[in-house]
């Protein structure tokens, strides 16, 4: 192995705090619990692809104490990747290992300790949480979750972002409370996040949000949608954590593979502002202004964010056909009419201006199979028509626009 070889593995994978992250949990396997139990390893083959790894080809490891599924100790979730056209980085891992505290813990209702660690798509994580979760024992859909951790964070190969501008090059530490909620009520599904953090290396910033949603249920397929969002964060906080109207902070773009790395979703059409990848504000009339003052070299950020979103549901054929079957659990036919609205406040607020409103209309498909705490799990592929704007950068405020959108708006 040559000198830059050495150096490349060094500062990006082999990191001391990244051996020592890897190598703890890895000795559990090792270790036969006081049960005699053993220990089981769960292994499926992964493939992906973005513009710079070309086909990732990679495997999922799950390990488990047996017998216990997800409930039990010493839990381990990892993944390897190797990239077939061998960037400079051509080896990427993930690793996750969840400790639960008997003491403080009941039957669904568990006080753990998680270490993570990745180095995935030009971005390193590694950090420590706590986490206690308090849940319905008749009921895995209804809880209360609270926890805290401190993540080390960097971006350090701007080649996997699609916008390199919306990112910073510095290690960030990270502390980072939330408190989230949910509930199945008379109504349906309710929703609350409370989220913060606070970084506390070099560029020191804060930054908050909450989001809160409702599902009501008018009758068979008539129901409506509600959300509610807020965000501040300091002005002078780093690019990624700034709120864009249509997206919010793109950080989030990291906790879904479609987004976390270009060419995933062909780069022109994100370029192009006709792809909506939902978070923050969800504006998704104004994709196509947010990508256009990207491009242009200056994007527009905001500090001050109260959003609202709303989607009324229309009913359709093929819904009814999936309500009739058997996977209605799990698939989901969408017609809808939405509206979104925003005060918003910044640097990139538009002089006499402050908020901002969009409505149009839509349609969704979802495949949702919950994990095994209740939350969302799957995809959300939308094809929207935002037909009237408030605040439009070119062109009439009534118009003919369209978006392709991944994942939910209001999830549910």
């Keep these: 192995m040559d000198h830059t070889s050495r150096y490349c593995l060094n500062r990006y994978f082999l990191t001391p705090g990244t051996l020592i992250l890897v190598i703890l949990p890895l000795l559990t396997l090792f270790a036969r619990p006081a049960s005699g139990q053993g220990y089981e390893v769960g292994v499926r083959p992964d493939l992906w692809y973005n513009d710079v790894d070309g086909i990732q080809v990679g495997s999922i490891f799950a390990g488990r104490v047996a017998g216990t599924h997800e409930e039990g100790p010493h839990r381990l979730d990892a993944g390897f990747w190797i990239s077939t056209w061998f960037p400079s980085l051509p080896v990427s891992y993930s690793?996750?290992?969840?400790?639960?505290?008997?003491?403080?813990?009941?039957?669904?209702?568990?006080?753990?300790?998680?270490?993570?660690?990745?180095?995935?798509?030009?971005?390193?994580?590694?950090?420590?949480?706590?986490s206690k979760r308090w849940q319905d024992p008749f009921e895995y859909l209804n809880y209360w979750e609270a926890g805290a951790g401190y993540q080390f964070e960097k971006r350090f190969d701007d080649e996997y972002a699609v916008f390199p501008e919306l990112w910073s090059d510095s290690w960030k530490g990270l502390i980072q409370p939330w408190l989230s909620r949910q509930q199945r009520g008379r109504l349906g599904m309710f929703n609350f996040t409370l989220?913060?953090?606070?970084?506390?290396?070099?560029?020191?910033?804060?930054?908050?949000?909450?989001?809160?949603?409702?599902?009501?249920?008018?009758?068979?397929?008539?129901?409506?949608?509600?959300?509610?969002?807020?965000?501040?964060?300091?002005?002078?906080?780093?690019?990624?954590?700034?709120?864009?109207?249509?997206?919010?902070?793109?950080?989030?773009?990291?906790?879904?593979?479609?987004?976390?790395?270009?060419?995933?979703?062909?780069?022109?059409?994100?370029?192009?502002?006709?792809?909506?990848?939902?978070?923050?504000?969800?504006l998704r009339g104004f994709r196509e202004s947010d990508v256009e003052a990207i491009m242009e070299g200056s994007p527009r950020f905001f500090n001050r964010v109260a959003a609202y979103n709303v989607e009324f549901d229309l009913p359709n054929p093929l819904q009814t056909v999936i309500r009739r079957s058997q996977l209605q659990e799990f698939l989901s036919f969408r017609s809808y009419l939405f509206t979104d609205g925003a005060v918003a406040e910044g640097e990139a607020e538009i002089p006499g201006d402050s908020f901002y409103a969009d409505a149009g209309a839509g349609l969704t498909l979802s495949l949702n199979i919950p994990d095994y705490q209740g939350r969302p799990r799957g995809f959300v592929i939308r094809y929207e028509v935002p037909f009237w704007l408030s605040d439009p950068i070119n062109g009439d405020s009534l118009s003919f626009r369209h978006l392709l959108g991944f994942g939910a708006t209001i999830t549910f």
């Excluded at 753990?112 to 950090?127: D, K, W």
């Excluded at 990291?254 to 192009?272: D, F, Q, Y």
């Design 95 to 130: 690793l996750q290992f969840t400790e639960p505290v008997s003491a403080w813990s009941d039957y669904g209702s568990e006080f753990s300790i998680q270490l993570a660690t990745a180095v995935r798509e030009g971005y390193h994580a590694h950090g420590v949480t706590a």
């Design 195 to 282: 989220s913060a953090m606070m970084n506390t290396l070099e560029s020191p910033f804060q930054a908050a949000s909450i989001s809160v949603s409702q599902q009501v249920v008018l009758s068979g397929q008539w129901q409506l949608r509600l959300r509610a969002f807020g965000a501040v964060n300091s002005r002078d906080a780093l690019p990624e954590y700034q709120q864009q109207l249509a997206t919010g902070a793109e950080i989030n773009t990291l906790g879904s593979r479609i987004s976390r790395a270009k060419g995933s979703v062909p780069t022109p059409w994100v370029r192009s502002g006709h792809v909506h990848f939902s978070g923050g504000p969800n």
